[in-house]
């Protein structure tokens, strides 16, 4: 069976409200024995999402953002955007004016060679993660370098894709898939890992499910695997 936007709509506002006057409207009639409820639109409340700020123009090349691989609001309003396409964190006001960037291309301190994610820890730090150089760059609140070290899992392999930071000190990530890569959909196990800010690792949790992903099959053999999109995770 298929049902419009407008039926979804009409199902939320029955399961959210109590007001029998919502209802008043509702057609219902019989099917082949199948009872059907008709909504009119103009009887359910429409959502719009309307953007409260809006950062990034073709023209501006401050504020053109390209393979964006995080974003974060400070507590003082402020945003740092991580955009890979110039091994940049961008520091924006909170109404969107460029203010300041941190980073650039190389193999120093406080540089990327491929910015893979990033997350903001303790008050205002931000910490960034360089799978190129495997290597993790910490920025302060006003995007000064900190200091860089290695992360990885307490057994012993890289983090992979975004990992999360508790407020009293601890990172908590998922390794790498395990195992090759199968044809078609499938949902590889990963390790998962606590460590310290300064990536000392703590102790591992064990093997959880992963990432959807897809395998590539090419000349009858899997090439290789992507994660699928909207998929599990």
Same mark, same amino acid.
């Given at each position: 069976?298929?049902?419009?936007?407008?039926?979804?709509?009409?199902?939320?506002?029955?399961?959210?409200?109590?007001?029998?006057?919502?209802?008043?409207?509702?057609?219902?009639? &019989?099917? @082949? /024995?199948?009872? #059907?409820?008709?909504? +009119? *639109?103009?009887?359910?409340?429409?959502?719009?999402?309307?953007?409260?700020?809006?950062?990034?123009?073709?023209?501006?090349?401050?504020?053109?953002?390209?393979?964006?691989?995080?974003?974060?609001?400070?507590?003082?309003?402020?945003?740092?955007?991580?955009?890979?396409?110039?091994?940049?964190?961008?520091?924006?006001?909170?109404?969107?004016?460029?203010?300041?960037?941190?980073?650039?291309?190389?193999?120093?301190?406080?540089?990327?060679?491929?910015?893979?994610?990033?997350?903001?820890?303790?008050?205002?730090?931000?910490?960034?993660?360089?799978?190129?150089?495997?290597?993790?760059?910490?920025? &302060?609140? @006003? /995007?000064?370098? #900190?200091?860089?070290? +290695? *992360?990885?899992?307490?057994?012993?392999?890289?983090?992979?894709?975004?990992?999360?930071?508790?407020?009293d000190g601890y990172f908590l990530s998922a390794g790498w898939p395990r195992g090759n890569p199968e044809p078609g959909l499938h949902r590889?196990s990963m390790p998962v890992g606590v460590m310290d800010l300064d990536g000392t690792p703590v102790r591992m949790l064990g093997m959880f499910?992963?990432?959807?992903?897809?395998?590539?099959?090419?000349?009858?053999?899997?090439?290789?695997?992507?994660?699928?999109?909207?998929?599990?995770?």
């Amino acid at each position: 069976m298929t049902r419009t936007p407008a039926t979804f709509l009409a199902i939320l506002a029955l399961a959210c409200g109590s007001d029998s006057s919502s209802r008043s409207s509702a057609v219902i009639r &019989d099917s @082949a /024995g199948v009872r #059907i409820v008709e909504n +009119s *639109l103009s009887d359910v409340a429409v959502w719009r999402l309307s953007p409260l700020l809006e950062i990034g123009s073709e023209s501006d090349s401050l504020t053109f953002l390209y393979k964006v691989e995080g974003a974060h609001r400070l507590s003082d309003g402020r945003i740092v955007i991580a955009n890979r396409s110039t091994y940049e964190l961008r520091y924006y006001a909170d109404n969107g004016a460029f203010l300041s960037a941190a980073g650039r291309e190389g193999e120093g301190p406080g540089e990327f060679q491929y910015l893979t994610w990033t997350v903001r820890c303790g008050t205002d730090s931000v910490y960034a993660y360089d799978i190129g150089t495997r290597r993790i760059t910490v920025f &302060d609140e @006003a /995007g000064r370098f #900190i200091r860089m070290g +290695s *992360l990885m899992l307490p057994d012993n392999t890289l983090p992979y894709g975004i990992s999360s930071c508790s407020n009293d000190g601890y990172f908590l990530s998922a390794g790498w898939p395990r195992g090759n890569p199968e044809p078609g959909l499938h949902r590889p196990s990963m390790p998962v890992g606590v460590m310290d800010l300064d990536g000392t690792p703590v102790r591992m949790l064990g093997m959880f499910s992963g990432v959807d992903r897809w395998g590539m099959v090419r000349d009858g053999l899997v090439r290789g695997s992507r994660p699928l999109p909207f998929g599990r995770n």
